[in-house]
């Protein structure tokens, strides 16, 4: 709204100056010279004597009118889309008006300047909006405030077969792909964020996780947050930010020498035990470990193998409470259903089409 008002008033002063035939508050020589712009002939609408600041004045007292009524009815997703679409209709008006400024009259004008910069962050503002949508429509689908919320981090390739922009080849996946990002609570979609395939797997996924919990805690300040992702997400940025934040996190923890000496007992033993009897072996165990990069120890929870294929051990990290084996068994494998909804969405929504050319 704040946005609005300004450009509206921005707006009304350039069409006060216009029609009182009076000098604009602005630089008269150099690149910035106002007066070559009001005075063109592109400082009115084509074919009329009405000058361009009118529709500037339209524009921003229909998005005030679009921001009042998200404001008033903030569950309509619709309204929020529609100030999106007129937000667009404003930024391609700017890219005219820039281009008449530097190739018809090669002059700047302040003024104009100050409008195309509100309309740009006008529609930074609404497409921001838009993409709250998705947590304002989780938050809406509680009739009471949940006790606890468990926030699934994924990411997964989406293939390229053509020339798409920002395209690179992953190493992991085998393929040129993008990397989006996916956040699930349950069933529910919280954000789908497309990247280039040529970052860490974790890359903003801190700062996604920042926005979310600042936003569910907004709505419900005694909810429990749990972060749950696998090795990819076992970043210090990630996990730092939990533990300053009160949000607890079960997070996979990648294997290393250091880890594999501390279970190397227990591993020979239950390969003596499979040797003897020919049936799979399981424990789930726990310790304390510290990375190198980690200013301190942090409970890790191990979940122990040995079969036909051998030894295949597994290291969660975490910050909760309780039985290792539960939590690994019941919280941590429970990530799984996070990967079945990124099938959903690529199957039946179609989210992998890449049909655009342009990354966006």
Known sequence: ??????????ATYLTTVHYANVPLACSASGLVDCSKMVTSQYSVVPGTSVPITVPG??????????????????????LRQAHFGWSVLGLLTVFYLVYVELVEIHHICIWCTAVHILILLTLFTTAWRLHEVLVDQFIASFQSAPEELVLDFDATDNPLYG????????????SYCYLPLYVFCGQQLLCAYLRPSRIDGAKHAAAILKLLVARLRQKWPQVRIVFRGDSGFCRQRIINYCERSGVNYIIGLARNARLQAITEFLELAMKDSFEQTGLKQREVGEFVYAAQSWARERRVITRLEYGEQGNNPRYVVTN?????????DDLYCQRGEAENRIKEAQVGLFATRTSCQYFQ
């Open 320 to 328: 909760l409470t309780g039985q290792a084996k539960a939590l690994y």
């Open 57 to 78: 004045m339209a524009f921003f007292l229909v998005s005030l009118g679009l921001a009042i009524a998200q404001y008033l009815r903030p569950q309509r997703t619709d």
């Open 1 to 10: 709204m704040v946005l609005s008002v300004a450009g509206f008033g921005v």
């Open 163 to 174: 020339q798409q922009e920002g395209r690179f080849f992953h190493g992991y996946y085998d």
